[in-house]
């Protein structure tokens, strides 16, 4: 029988959730958009997951969904300002 990773991968994910993982792609978007040289680019990309960070079911976001939940609300607060400021 041919060997399948799916066990060791499962032990590996088990410790995360959706809320880690909403982190991890808000993080690699906000550096793939940085070359792009863009800050109205960087403020709409925060305008996005704010709003995923502030809408996802607090069930999907572990033990203390506060944490995304304000997380939320301060890019809802930052990207407009950033968007404003941008000259671009």
């Given at each position: ?21 909403l ?8 550096v ?5 040289g ?51």
């Amino acid at each position: 029988m041919a060997f399948t990773p799916l066990p060791l991968v499962d032990d590996f994910l088990v410790n995360y959730h959706v809320g880690h993982a909403l982190l991890v792609l808000f993080a690699l978007s906000i550096v793939g958009s940085i070359p792009l040289g863009s800050r109205k680019v960087v403020a709409l990309n925060a305008s996005l997951f704010g709003v995923v960070f502030f809408v996802t079911p607090a069930s999907q976001l572990g033990s203390d969904p506060f944490t995304y939940r304000f997380l939320g609300v301060a890019l809802l607060v930052i990207a407009p300002i950033l968007y404003t400021t941008a000259r671009e």
